[in-house]
C-alpha cells in the first residue's frame, strides 16, 4: 500500500507518460554535449512524471539552455513555459544572505550583531547574533509552536511578536538546527535597515537594479506584476492536482520569479566579489520547497557554470536530480532516469518488532512517525492516522512503494542509537527513536 497523502506535511508511484518539452536554447550556437545528455535526462525523468517545470544551465563559455518540461496531462494548470513565474520558497533566504552582505559591507549592520540591538524585548536576544541567524544556529524552530491559526493573514509585526513567544530548541551557537523563525527575524531587520519592508528592499536593490522584471514578491509589493503564475501540484490517490493556498506561509519572503531572472541574480553574485563569501567550497547554491513547489539555484564560481530549476510539482527525485546534474556539467556519466520494480522479501518477526517505535524527524519540523508492528508487519502512522505499509526490501531497508526509488530505513548513529531514514520527495531525512 502507499503512503496516503498526510505524509505530505512534511513540507514538504511511477508511470509512464507521454510528455511534451517546449522552449529553446537561448543562443543560436552549437550546444555543447552536456545540454544533449541534460535534455534526454530531463525527458527521461518527465515520461516518468517525476519533473514537471523549467531548467536553465549555463556552461563556463557562456552556453546557455533553457526549457521547459512538461507532463501531459489534461490539468491545464500543470503546463508552464520558460515565461512562468514560481514560488521560490526557501531561496528568498539566499536573497537575505546577499542583502545581510550588501548592508555588512555599506556598514549598516555587523554580522556579530545581537539580536537584542534590533528587538530590544526579544528573550535571550544578547544571546543570538546575525551571524547565528544566517547559518541556523540562533536554537529557534522550524516553524511556530504557538500558533495553529493561518500565518499568511499575520502582518510582519505579528510574526515577530509570536517569535518572541517560542522557547530555544538549543543553545544559541552551539548546534545548526534549519528555521524558517530566524529568516523571519531577520528580513524585518533588512527591510527596517532600509526605512521600508523586505519586499521593498528585494525590488530596490537586486530586482529592478538586475532588470529581474518578472520578479517580485507576493505581499508587501504593489508593484509586484505576476502574470504567468506557476500553480503548485502534488500528487494525491494517483492523480495530480492543484494545491491551494498554503495557510503556513506568511508575508515576508514569499517571492516569485523565472529561471531567465533567476540567471541574472546569480550572474550579479558571481560576478562581484562581495558576495563570494556566500560560497562554500566555491559553491553558491540553495534550494526551496513545499507542497507543490521546488526550486534550486546553484552556482560553482571555481568551474563557471550555473544550474537554476524550478518547479510546479513536488514528486520529483530532488536529491538525485541536483547531484546528477552536477555530474553531467562536469563531464561525468549518470544514470538515465527508468522505470524501477523492487522486490519484497521476507524477514523474521523479530527482526521486524525491534523497529516499532516514534521517531522524531527533527529538521523537517519535528514531524512525528510511529512504527508498528501489526498483522505481521509494518505499518507507519502520522498524528494517529495510517500513513502506510513499509514493505521490507532487506533486514533494514523498507519501501513505500515497488515504483519508487524512496526508502525508510532503519540504522544507529555513532553511539549505537536506533535511528531512522525517510525518503520524501527526493530528500531524506533523519528521525531520532524517541519511545
Not at 138 to 159: K, Q
Not at 267 to 288: C, M, P, R, V
Not at 410 to 419: A, L, V
Not at 426 to 432: F, I, L, T
Amino acid at each position: 500500500m502507499k503512503r496516503k497523502s498526510l505524509i505530505i506535511l512534511l513540507l514538504v508511484s511511477l508511470t509512464f507518460v507521454f510528455c511534451k518539452e517546449e522552449g529553446k536554447s537561448n543562443k543560436k550556437v552549437p550546444q555543447p554535449e552536456s545540454f544533449s545528455i541534460i535534455n534526454t535526462y530531463m525527458s527521461a525523468l518527465t515520461e516518468l512524471k517525476q519533473f514537471n517545470g523549467v531548467l536553465l544551465v549555463e556552461d563556463s563559455a557562456g552556453h546557455v539552455f533553457s526549457k521547459a518540461y512538461n507532463i501531459e496531462t489534461e490539468i491545464p494548470t500543470l503546463k508552464v513555459s520558460v515565461l512562468h513565474q514560481f514560488d521560490l520558497r526557501s531561496i528568498a533566504k539566499l536573497f537575505a544572505k546577499a542583502s545581510l552582505v550588501k548592508l555588512e559591507h555599506e556598514e549598516k549592520i555587523a554580522f556579530d550583531q545581537k539580536l537584542s540591538d534590533f528587538f530590544p524585548e526579544f528573550p535571550r536576544g544578547d544571546e543570538i547574533t546575525i551571524d547565528q541567524l544566517m547559518h541556523h544556529q540562533s536554537g529557534l524552530g522550524r516553524e511556530l509552536s504557538n500558533f495553529d491559526e493561518n500565518t499568511a493573514e499575520l502582518s510582519p509585526e505579528e510574526v515577530i511578536s509570536l517569535i518572541h513567544q517560542e522557547e530555544l530548541e538549543f543553545e544559541p551557537g552551539t548546534d545548526t538546527r534549519y528555521s524558517n523563525l530566524g529568516f523571519q527575524l531577520l528580513y524585518k531587520i533588512i527591510g527596517d535597515a532600509a526605512g521600508g519592508t523586505y519586499a521593498d528592499y528585494l525590488r530596490n536593490n537586486f530586482f529592478a537594479p538586475l532588470g529581474m522584471t518578472n520578479s517580485g514578491s507576493h505581499y508587501l509589493n504593489p508593484k509586484g506584476q505576476l502574470n504567468n503564475n506557476a500553480f503548485g501540484h502534488t500528487e494525491k490517490n494517483d492523480s495530480i492536482q492543484i494545491v491551494g493556498e498554503d495557510e503556513s506561509d506568511m508575508q515576508q519572503g514569499h517571492t516569485y520569479s523565472t529561471v531567465e531572472d533567476m540567471k541574472k541574480f546569480l550572474d550579479f553574485i558571481t560576478e562581484n566579489k562581495i558576495y563570494h563569501e556566500l560560497a562554500e567550497d566555491s559553491i553558491i547554491t540553495h534550494a526551496g520547497g513545499s507542497k507543490g513547489k521546488r526550486a534550486w539555484v546553484y552556482a560553482n564560481l571555481s568551474k563557471g557554470y550555473k544550474i537554476v530549476f524550478l518547479a510546479n510539482y513536488d514528486n520529483i527525485p530532488f536529491s538525485n536530480l541536483t547531484k546528477d546534474l552536477i555530474a553531467i556539467m562536469e563531464g561525468n556519466e549518470v544514470e538515465i532516469p527508468k522505470e524501477v520494480n523492487r522486490k519484497a522479501v521476507e524477514i523474521s518477526e523479530s527482526i521486524l518488532k525491534k523497529y516499532a517505535g516514534t521517531y522524531d524527524f527533527v529538521d523537517a519540523g519535528h514531524i512525528m512517525i510511529s512504527i508498528k508492528f501489526e498483522n505481521g508487519q509494518l505499518k507507519a502512522y502520522q498524528k494517529g492516522e495510517f500513513a502506510g505499509d513499509l514493505i521490507p526490501e532487506n533486514d533494514s531497508t523498507f519501501f513505500w512503494d515497488a515504483k519508487s526509488k524512496e526508502s525508510f530505513i532503519f540504522t544507529n548513529d555513532e553511539e549505537g542509537n536506533q535511528k531512522a531514514l525517510m525518503d520524501f520527495q527526493g530528500v531524506r531525512w533523519d528521525g531520532v527513536l524517541i519511545e
